[in-house]
């Protein structure tokens, strides 16, 4: 198994439209063969579909991960992001970022900017995740 360089938790909450493209989007970016990146999908406890359409989601270029939350709020489902992160291995170093639909192009491209600035063997000893909320 590959170490993972990036990741990207993407908090959600009854926005299953936003996710799919938010998604989609995701599958555009584009890392150095040595570089791996997953997209951490927590449902906050969504009723619009969202579980049952990450169940179904096989997306193209990156690891995608999900898990619920069903205490309410953003700061809860920040907190599972972390604590579903934080059991691996490299700990990771965290960044946070609140993302519209207007925005998910822009944040999806800094971060693939981002990874093709990381080289060295140094560099990849260590995950970079990101957090979206949707």
Same mark, same amino acid.
């Given at each position: 198994?590959?170490?993972?360089?990036?990741?990207?938790?993407?908090?959600?909450?009854?926005?299953?439209?936003? =996710?799919? @493209?938010? /998604?989609? !989007?995701?599958?555009?970016?584009?890392?150095?063969?040595?570089? &791996? +990146?997953?997209?951490?999908?927590?449902?906050?406890?969504?009723?619009?579909?969202?579980?049952?359409?990450?169940?179904?989601?096989?997306?193209?270029?990156?690891?995608?991960?999900?898990?619920?939350?069903?205490?309410?709020?953003?700061?809860?489902? =920040?907190? @599972?992001? /972390?604590? !579903?992160?934080?059991?691996?291995?490299?700990?990771?170093?965290? &960044? +946070?970022?609140?993302?519209?639909?207007?925005?998910?192009?822009?944040?999806?491209?800094?971060?693939?900017?981002?990874?093709?600035?990381?080289?060295?063997?140094?560099?990849?000893?260590?995950?970079?995740?990101?957090?979206?909320?949707?």
């Amino acid at each position: 198994m590959s170490l993972t360089n990036v990741t990207v938790a993407v908090c959600t909450w009854n926005r299953v439209q936003l =996710l799919a @493209r938010t /998604l989609q !989007e995701f599958t555009r970016i584009h890392v150095d063969a040595s570089m &791996s +990146w997953e997209a951490l999908v927590v449902d906050n406890g969504s009723t619009d579909g969202t579980s049952e359409f990450l169940a179904a989601c096989r997306p193209d270029g990156f690891r995608l991960r999900w898990t619920t939350e069903q205490r309410p709020g953003l700061s809860a489902a =920040l907190n @599972r992001a /972390l604590a !579903e992160r934080e059991a691996e291995e490299p700990p990771p170093t965290w &960044s +946070w970022t609140h993302a519209s639909s207007a925005v998910v192009r822009r944040n999806a491209t800094a971060m693939a900017s981002a990874c093709r600035c990381q080289s060295g063997a140094s560099a990849r000893k260590r995950a970079r995740p990101a957090v979206v909320s949707l």
